[in-house]
Each structure stands twice: as C-alpha cells, then as structure tokens.
C-alpha cells in the first residue's frame, strides 16, 4: 500500500461527527482491504536468510518503528484513546508482547513458535517476527466494526514504518497473511475479541 493511498483513506468521506471522530463507517469499507494492500505491498517472495539479527537491530527497529510510528486512536487529541492493535514478537527464543508506551518486551512464552507462522505458506523460520494483533471488541466510544477499521489501519502504518527503518539497517520485511490463526491464537493466549491480523517477518537478504 503506498503512503498516497494511505493518505487518500484518511481524507476521504464526510466530515467527522461527534459519534464517530475517526469518520471510520465512512473509511470501513476501504480498511477492509487495507490488510490484503500490505501483502501485496511486501510479498512473501522476498526470501529472508534464517540467521539471527544483531540484538541492536531488533531494537532500533522496535524503538524507531513501532514506538514511534503515530497512530491513531479512538479518542483523538487525548492521548487516552486505544489504538486498537497490540504488538507481538516471535524470537527463537520465545514470544514477547511489546508495549509501545513503557517500550519493552514482556515475556509471553518461551516456546519456539516461529515453525507455527510457517504451517500454511512453507516459508523458513524469520529471525524476527512481529505480530499484528487486532482488539477488535466494541467501546464505550466505538462499534465493533470500527474497531476493526481502526485495528486495520493501524497496523497498516506499523508495517509501513517497520519497513521503513528496515531499509536503514539492510533488511528486508515480508508480510504474511495466510496463518493458521486458530493455533497461533492459542499458542500467544488471544483473547475472545483479540485477532491476528498479519505477520511482519524480517531478516537479511537470502543470498541468490
């Protein structure tokens, strides 16, 4: 997806009203292809070597990527509002649940899942894996179908920015959508209004 069409969806429709400061009834119908947009954008053809990262790369990339990437939220100008994505990390060492705002890894699990993300497209381990989780539920300020454009959109910028720093450190980003969400969710402990949206893998160029 390219920052023009991204910046096209954020300016289309009518003007905000009050119950829906986002305007995302009229940008839902767009967001619903975002996702697909970002497969498209960063196809699963771009072979990842399986080696390990430098500890310093997987943390500029979180620190300049994920933390500051700006996204939006449910209540905007507060600074309170939910953003309505949450962020995993799938390591050889385990799995991390990453808090944008306090910028840490919490440990979620020490199993090895990354042999799980390559059940159904076949593609060999990543050293780095991020997960896009949509928390989907409805609010007190928001439908359940507007979380959805709001998880959708949001993750769409993270990907976006991920890639962006990746460049800077010589890496290439793969997102992948065809996922056995079921025993992923099971495997991260989702909850009942948590979805999986896609998988941003990252490495180092195979050698051709």
Known sequence: MSMRRHDAMRDAGPRPSSDDPLRLRARGKAATGVLVDVLHRFPAWRC???????????????????????????????????????????????????????????????????????????????PLNIIYVGHTGRSAHLREQDTTAL??????????????????????????????????GQSIGLGADQHLLLVQSIGYPAAS
């Not at 500890?55 to 953003?83: C, F, K, N, W």
């Not at 990453?98 to 890894?105: A, F, N």
């Not at 890639?163 to 450190?169: G, H």
Request: aromatic share 4%; charged share 25%.
């Open 48 to 126: 990842l070597a399986p080696g390990p990262l430098p500890l310093g790369a997987t943390s500029r990339i979180l620190e300049r990527a994920v933390a500051d990437a700006p996204l939006e939220r449910e209540m905007p100008g507060d600074g309170r509002g939910s953003e309505r994505v949450e962020i995993y990390v799938a390591l050889a060492s385990g799995v991390y649940q990453y808090s944008r705002v306090c910028r840490l890894l919490y440990g979620v699990s020490r199993r090895d899942i990354r042999s799980e993300l390559s059940l159904l497209d076949g593609l060999p381990p990543a």
């Open 151 to 184: 998880s959708a959109i949001n993750t769409a910028t993270l990907c976006e920015h991920v890639d962006r720093i990746c460049v800077t450190e010589k890496l290439i980003t793969v997102a992948r959508g065809w996922l056995d969400r079921v025993a992923l």
